[in-house]
């Protein structure tokens, strides 16, 4: 049962545990969205973030949430009006760089479960006083790393982390040990670069591997 101060995040929280990594993806054009997810779920990773970056982002966000088993959320969001565009597309989920009252305002209003992101200590402090126990730590490379969320884990226990910017492969198995990450988040599963060469098959392998970083279970 969720204590009332984990109701906020408590979906979230199941979904971020699907995954040990989700995939932050930048789509330009609406024909790359369908084979994009397959590839993405072929390789074990069903939870993908469509940042609001493009101009087919949302069109992108509602094809790719009609491929079996994805689960698909809207990255960016950083207005109330972002938020209500990304629930009318069929985002199952909402991620942030920060947070606002009125982002957040829009997030309950809808009832889009949002992963909102903080960087310091203040910053999750007041997202907590709010009762979001899971929060994207962002920038994570540039604001301290894994040792910054190590450091949070010791006054502020009750919240997890997706920890996103600036992760590799590498990196987000060290992250992965931390008893307050419940998965990170990154591009490099699937760069611009291959989104524009159609590269499905390193596309698929890249998630493969990313999906059985920190020894988890994958979806
Ligand atoms: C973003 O929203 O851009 C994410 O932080 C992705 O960061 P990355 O490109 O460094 O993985």
């Not at 992963?115 to 994570?140: C, D, H, I, N, R």
């Not at 990154?186 to 493969?208: C, K, Q, V």
Request: glycine share 10%; net charge neutral.
């Amino acid at each position: 049962m969720d204590s009332p101060r984990n109701l906020k995040s408590s979906r979230i929280i199941e979904i971020c545990r699907l995954c040990p990594v989700i995939p932050v993806l930048e789509v330009e054009q609406i024909e790359q969205a369908t084979p994009l997810a397959q590839a993405l779920i072929a390789g074990r990773l069903r939870v993908l973030e469509v940042t609001l970056r493009t101009d087919c982002a949302l069109s992108a966000i509602s094809e790719m949430s009609r491929v079996p088993n994805a689960i698909v959320g809207a990255g960016t969001l950083r207005t109330p009006e972002d938020v209500r565009a990304a629930k009318q597309a069929g985002a199952s989920f909402g991620v942030s760089p920060g947070a606002t009252d009125r982002l957040l305002d829009a997030c309950e209003e809808t009832g889009l479960p949002l992963l909102p992101g903080a960087a310091s200590a203040s910053e999750v402090m007041t997202l907590l006083e709010k009762g979001y126990t899971a929060q994207k730590f962002f920038p994570a490379e540039a604001s301290g790393g894994r040792a910054a969320l190590r450091s949070f884990g010791g006054p502020l226990p009750l919240v997890k982390f997706c920890p996103t910017g600036g992760i590799t492969p590498e990196k987000a198995t060290h992250y992965l040990e931390l008893g307050n990450v419940m998965c990170v988040g990154g591009s490099w599963i699937a760069p611009t670069s291959l989104l524009r060469s159609g590269n499905w098959a390193e596309i698929e392998t890249r998630a493969r591997h990313a999906s059985q970083l920190g020894g988890q279970a994958s979806c």
